[in-house]
């Protein structure tokens, strides 16, 4: 696969998973979504992948976001159960509002992309709007606009990254969550596809819990496979210019409200 089949690719899963973290009132990212889901689980990444698509199809309708909807609430807003935390800060220095934010509004500073207040309430480091910011930068490399390279990686690698797995890790566990089970399924192994394409290490925090399933599951022939075959196609795909850190400064004109 080409990089720029690869960063249309990339683009569809960020995309499916901003839908997922993004409250939103509009039935037409619902049918979105559904649509995205449709299409991603032609080619999934691995077997659990394939199996919590088929999992999520079983419930989500074509036709009524309900399920959604009440299974999201519960998760993401109601008092009655406990409320996960969604943004960067939070799971960094147990803020909503800290430095993991200011780093996003400096990489955004480098793009054309703002976050339109009007329309979308939560901060720059909250997961769905990394998750969309992610998917309008893999679309724009796919178009050509190789300058977006070094801040899509490092958004990855010093925010996403960071806690991505804390917050799968609780989001798999809460009491309400079943639909969103089979999305962390499909997140992690994105995560990890990401991890290898980007030449990204997991946080040293998730190290012992790795260390320890390593003792207790081996890996199958399938996901080594797997990951020798992503590892390939990033080595084939042109390098990031390793003189550019993520503190570069690129200006535009143009603003795009996400």
Same mark, same amino acid.
């Given at each position: ?16 998973? *901003? ?14 979504? +559904? ?155 994105? +995560? ?16 012992? *819990? ?49």
């Amino acid at each position: 696969m080409n990089e720029e089949k690869m960063n249309r690719a990339r683009a569809l899963y960020y995309a499916m998973f *901003s839908r997922c973290f993004v409250f939103t009132t509009d039935n037409k990212r619902y049918f979105e979504l +559904i649509s995205l889901i449709d299409i991603l689980k032609e080619n999934p990444l691995d077997k659990a992948s394939a199996q919590a698509f088929e999992d999520i199809r079983k419930v989500i309708k074509s036709d009524s976001n309900v399920a959604f909807m009440q299974e999201f609430d519960a998760i993401f807003h109601s008092p009655e159960t406990q409320t996960l935390r969604t943004t960067a800060s939070y799971y960094d220095e147990d803020i909503e509002s800290g430095k993991k934010r200011v780093e996003m509004q400096n990489f955004l500073a480098k793009t054309k992309i703002r976050r339109d207040e009007n329309a979308y309430s939560d901060y720059e480091d909250h997961i769905g709007f990394i998750f969309s910011v992610m998917a309008e930068l893999c679309e724009l490399i796919a178009n050509g606009e190789v300058q977006y390279k070094n801040t899509a990686h490092c958004i990855f690698e010093q925010i996403l990254n960071e806690f991505v797995d804390r917050f799968s890790k609780e989001l798999y566990e809460h009491e309400s969550a079943d639909i969103f089970k089979n999305i962390v399924v499909v997140l992690k192994s994105f +995560i990890e596809f990401e991890r290898v394409y980007l030449e990204v290490q997991t946080p040293i925090y998730d190290q012992t *819990s790795v260390a320890s399933q390593a003792k207790s599951e081996e890996l199958s022939e399938e996901e080594i496979a797997r990951r020798a075959r992503n590892k390939l196609l990033r080595q084939k795909g042109p390098k990031e210019d390793p003189n550019v850190g993520c503190e570069i400064n690129i200006a535009y004109d143009v603003e795009d409200d996400i």
